[in-house]
């Protein structure tokens, strides 16, 4: 995953003619059920001798929204329960938190 | 902003565009290092290949070993060696696709790599997931990972012969995953003894021609 991360930073910086990456911002969705400390640890290894060596990684966890295809109630998972607090079904779409996504690049 | 997983989800749809097409189905397999994806795919060649098209495509880090075992069924295999990667992507995907004739197949089965986090985020352009897991592994992975078994269309329990040597619990193991995905179908069995395999295998056939 760390790859894919990767490599859209890289083209990105490229389109916007950025040769050094300062900070990043990253989203994780809670569901990917990805650890933080390894996904650093990752990006550690991964920006070594990049343009992006240098760069400061802020990441933020997004929890994970449901929502009753029944009742249509919207509501957050609490202790893994997958089932709708207001009817009980356990018939459910996930409206946020299933992503990860790069929310901006910063550099010069 | 740009969305990580969008390159491999686009194309995992032109992959279930091609196979949907086609009437193919594609079954993506994960589960541990070890829980009996070789084994089960053995199986279902043993004794689905005669009424069934079948190929086989086998996600390994760096040996060819799952890929033998399936050869001796005379079915079409394409190994996708992945380096030490973790997962499998629907790109690996679309290029082994090229190497089977698709007109002339039901359905493709896929061995992922060994995994239970990562291979659960990359869309593969599968018709379904199934999840396997094994008794020696303990009665807590589907509390532990919940989004495979969310994502996951049927659960294989297997090593059901080995039961009596833990202390894996049924109960526990039930609830949690009926908690984390009501009424995902479960099926008990063991590749070495071959028992509940024939309901899993009718579920197989069902599944291929269309009707789960
Ligand atoms: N006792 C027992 N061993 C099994 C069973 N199914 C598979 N195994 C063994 O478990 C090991 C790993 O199986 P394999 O199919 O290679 O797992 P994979 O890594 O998920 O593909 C092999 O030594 C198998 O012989 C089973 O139902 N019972
Ligand atoms: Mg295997
Ligand atoms: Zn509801």
């Given at each position: 995953?760390?790859?894919?991360?990767?490599?859209?930073?890289?083209?990105?910086?490229?389109?916007?003619?950025?040769?050094?990456?300062?900070?990043?911002?990253?989203?994780?969705?809670?569901?990917?059920?990805?650890?933080?400390?390894?996904?650093?640890?990752?990006?550690?290894?991964?920006?070594?001798?990049?343009?992006?060596?240098?760069?400061?990684?802020?990441?933020?966890?997004?929890?994970?929204?449901?929502?009753?295809?029944?009742?249509?109630?919207?509501?957050?998972?609490?202790?893994?329960?997958?089932?709708?607090?207001?009817?009980?079904?356990?018939?459910?779409?996930?409206?946020?938190?299933?992503?990860?996504?790069?929310?901006?690049?910063?550099?010069? | 902003?740009?969305?990580?997983?969008?390159?491999?989800?686009?194309?995992?749809?032109?992959v279930?565009?091609?196979?949907?097409?086609?009437?193919?189905?594609?079954?993506?397999?994960?589960?541990?290092?070890?829980?009996?994806?070789?084994?089960?795919?053995?199986?279902?060649?043993?004794?689905?290949?005669?009424?069934?098209?079948?190929?086989?495509?086998?996600?390994?880090?760096?040996?060819?070993?799952?890929?033998?075992?399936?050869?001796?069924?005379?079915?079409?295999?394409?190994?996708?060696?992945?380096?030490?990667?973790?997962?499998?992507?629907s790109?690996s995907i679309d290029?082994a696709?090229?190497?089977?004739?698709?007109?002339?197949?039901?359905?493709?089965?896929?061995?992922?790599?060994?995994?239970?986090?990562?291979?659960?985020?990359?869309?593969l352009?599968?018709?379904?997931?199934?999840?396997?897991?094994?008794?020696?592994?303990?009665?807590?992975?589907?509390?532990?990972?919940?989004?495979?078994?969310?994502?996951?269309?049927?659960?294989?329990?297997?090593?059901?012969?080995?039961?009596?040597?833990?202390?894996?619990?049924?109960?526990?193991?039930?609830?949690?995953?009926?908690?984390?995905?009501?009424?995902?179908?479960?099926?008990?069995?063991?590749?070495?003894?071959?028992?509940?395999?024939?309901?899993?295998?009718?579920?197989?056939?069902?599944?291929?021609?269309?009707?789960?």
């Amino acid at each position: 995953m760390v790859e894919d991360v990767f490599r859209i930073i890289m083209r990105v910086a490229g389109e916007n003619n950025i040769s050094r990456i300062d900070r990043v911002d990253i989203v994780i969705g809670e569901y990917l059920q990805i650890k933080p400390s390894l996904f650093e640890f990752a990006f550690e290894s991964a920006r070594e001798g990049t343009i992006a060596s240098a760069a400061c990684l802020n990441l933020e966890t997004r929890m994970v929204e449901l929502r009753c295809t029944g009742c249509r109630q919207l509501f957050l998972l609490k202790d893994l329960k997958y089932s709708c607090p207001r009817c009980g079904s356990g018939a459910l779409e996930i409206t946020d938190g299933r992503d990860i996504y790069i929310k901006s690049i910063e550099g010069e | 902003m740009k969305r990580v997983l969008d390159r491999n989800r686009d194309m995992a749809a032109r992959v279930r565009e091609k196979l949907g097409v086609r009437n193919v189905i594609m079954i993506n397999l994960i589960s541990s290092p070890g829980a009996g994806k070789t084994s089960l795919l053995e199986k279902i060649c043993e004794h689905l290949s005669g009424e069934m098209r079948i190929a086989v495509i086998e996600g390994d880090v760096a040996t060819d070993r799952d890929a033998r075992r399936i050869e001796k069924y005379q079915v079409p295999v394409v190994l996708i060696n992945t380096d030490g990667g973790c997962h499998l992507d629907s790109n690996s995907i679309d290029m082994a696709l090229r190497e089977f004739d698709l007109d002339n197949l039901d359905v493709v089965f896929v061995e992922n790599v060994g995994n239970l986090v990562c291979p659960a985020h990359f869309d593969l352009g599968e018709t379904f997931k199934l999840a396997v897991v094994s008794t020696t592994e303990g009665d807590d992975k589907p509390i532990k990972y919940p989004m495979l078994f969310r994502e996951a269309m049927a659960v294989v329990l297997n090593k059901t012969d080995l039961l009596i040597h833990t202390d894996f619990s049924h109960e526990t193991f039930l609830a949690d995953m009926h908690q984390v995905n009501p009424g995902i179908p479960v099926f008990e069995l063991s590749c070495r003894t071959g028992d509940g395999l024939d309901e899993f295998l009718e579920w197989i056939k069902l599944s291929v021609s269309k009707k789960v």
